[in-house]
């Protein structure tokens, strides 16, 4: 998994934020401001606006914005110390007590503040009532040699080729974490999304119990794991068939091949490339009234019979 190294634990002096004392955390209802400082000190700026004001992406190219309770209590759970500044409303205020309580122990900086500004600093209505300010995990390549561990572990994983929307990676990355599913790979590719703030926003904490990868390209990728050992499954719109892509009963006293399953872009499918490089392809049957589930919904249906299943 990705490692944090601890930040500097206070803002410059003139940033306006609040910084927890040493001592411990806020009572509910104090504002987080010295006795006698101006009420316009309270809507004083956070650090995280951009150009004109704007709160709307990231303060730093190495930071995400985590949304939603469910998101901040993953990455608080499995990396605490990766968490720089924290942002909530007063309803969401009363249920992280102990978050609060070892920000303030950190001197870390977290502050209550009103919905519209909330909003602001989010960069969508779609908050949740708290927003945590983190590093973002950098996005390593694999060795060929990890390729074979996770191959010899029998870990199965999870390549997609190009999906270009946040969203639909952030949902992808919210159903492999539920079923287990240990890792996903990405291309290095303009066109791929990248794990940003509205993809941790929809997967709803799911990234911080996967590994993301990052791969130079897809098809030499796949054929360096099917030489490890994986059953490099590709998902096409047509052409292959779901009873396809179970593999033969093992001989006895051997294991099944781990399976990799690769999912294509939103509007092209798999590119010819990386479709070539697959062992082979899976088709999910439907009514032929539509010519396909959205990625996201195809993936969970994938992940659950090739996958999971196992």
Known sequence: MASFSRPNPRPPEDS??????????????????????????????????GPGGSRSGPARHDELKLCGLAAVRARFAREPGSIKRLFFDRDTGQRIGVICKVLA????????????????????VHHGGIVAVVYAPPLRTPSVAEIQAWAKRGEGLLVLDRIGNAHNLGAVARTA????????????????????????????????????????????????????GFEVIGAATRGGKLGQARSAEPAKGTHPKPVALVLGNEEQGLAPDVTAACTRLVTIPGSGKVESLNVSVAAAVLMWELLARK
């Open 16 to 49: 306006g934020e609040f910084v927890a004392p040493a001592s411990g955390m806020r009572r509910r209802g104090e504002s987080g401001l010295p006795p006698g400082a101006p009420a316009a000190a309270k809507a004083a700026p956070t650090g995280d606006e």
């Open 105 to 124: 122990r950190e001197k870390k900086i977290y502050r209550q503040v009103e919905p519209a500004e909330l909003e602001k600093i989010a960069g969508s």
């Open 177 to 228: 974490a539920f079923f287990g599913v240990p890792r996903l790979v990405i291309p290095d590719d303009p066109a791929a999304a990248r794990p940003n703030d509205a993809a941790y926003r929809v997967a709803e904490g799911g990234f911080e119990h996967l590994e993301v990868w990052r791969v130079p390209g897809l098809p030499a990728f796949a054929r360096e794991l099917a030489a490890a």
